[in-house]
């Protein structure tokens, strides 16, 4: 096995921290995965990682194997009006949506865009204007990394729900495959936002198709959330949290203008981007850690971030969001500590 020595995590993980690894494989050849799991066994523990766009390190990692997952593949199952594909867990998540487009095949449009790997997508059930992946995958398949036993499970099985799924909750699930449902029928999804508007401005004279929703996805993503490439960032560093309808109702008569979003069950989603400006954190500072001015959802990294600084401006959103609307803000990123 390739393992690598002492290497930094800054471009590993798209908050961009300045630590590094004792230990490192870049895992691409699918085959070798029960040589890999064998070889894990040295370790104390392994920490499977994608493209880091959800994972923050918070320090140097000197006890365990990192293995970042860089398996590419697609593969056709099946094809009438529908198409059933079987993606290897580490291909890129928008190269793999910029795909499906070239090949007409819809749904995934909205998700445009969206850092992170084909694995992790079902892990958070990644989600934005409007579409969940929940919606289009079949099954996924994986691997339990302590009883070395493989699994498939069916979309139900992965238990998914806004912003979860059992990936989240039993991290030893390691995603190799994930197994897309799409169709070769377009089917809009324009409901969210402006997404409607900027779409048919692009399409212009055109018939409004799946690639002005993704062209007008990009354009929006691009004017509110930092490019992790350029200014360290997680994407949303905290979920959208869901009350119950009566305090809701308590909120919107103090706080009219509050965008929410009632759900299927009587609950209702309040946007946290609103709580975190309100409560006045727009732009504040813990250390080199910033609320990002244009999506208070968003915590960059201005330059020279340390873990502390992460954990002094989270504490601080979390301390001032509870004190103001009683609210209890629940982090998104994993933590490795
Ligand atoms: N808002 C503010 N202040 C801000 C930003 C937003 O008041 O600084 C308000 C907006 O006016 C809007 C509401 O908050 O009424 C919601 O804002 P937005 O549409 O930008 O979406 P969000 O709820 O903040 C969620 C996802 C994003 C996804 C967008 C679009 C979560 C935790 N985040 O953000 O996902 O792109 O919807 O669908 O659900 C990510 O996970 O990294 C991510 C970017």
Known sequence: MNIQHNISLRPLHTLHLDVAARFFYRWENADKLDELLAHAQEYERVIWLGS???TIFLKDITDGLIVQIATNGIQVIDEDEYVRIRVSAGNNWHQFVQYTLS?????LENLSLIPGTVGAAPVQNIGAYGVEVKDYIVSVSGVNTLTQERFVMSNDECQFSYRNSIFKQLPHLLITKVEFRLSKQF???IDYGDIARIAQTIADSEKLNANHISQAVIQIRQSKLPD?????NVGSFFHNPIVPADYAKQLLQKYPNLPHYPQSDGKVKIAAAWLIEQAGLKGKKCGAMAVHQQQAL???NT?????QDVIDLKNLIQS???ERFGIELISEPRFIT
């Not at 992790?228 to 360290?232: S, T, Y």
């Open 103 to 107: 090949q007409s095949w819809f749904g």
């Open 228 to 232: 992790p490439d350029k200014i360290g």
């Open 320 to 322: 001032t969001v509870l």
């Open 187 to 189: 089917n809009p999804h």
């Open 52 to 54: 880091g766009s959800n």
């Open 303 to 307: 330059g020279k971030a340390i873990a």
């Open 298 to 300: 968003v915590l960059i």
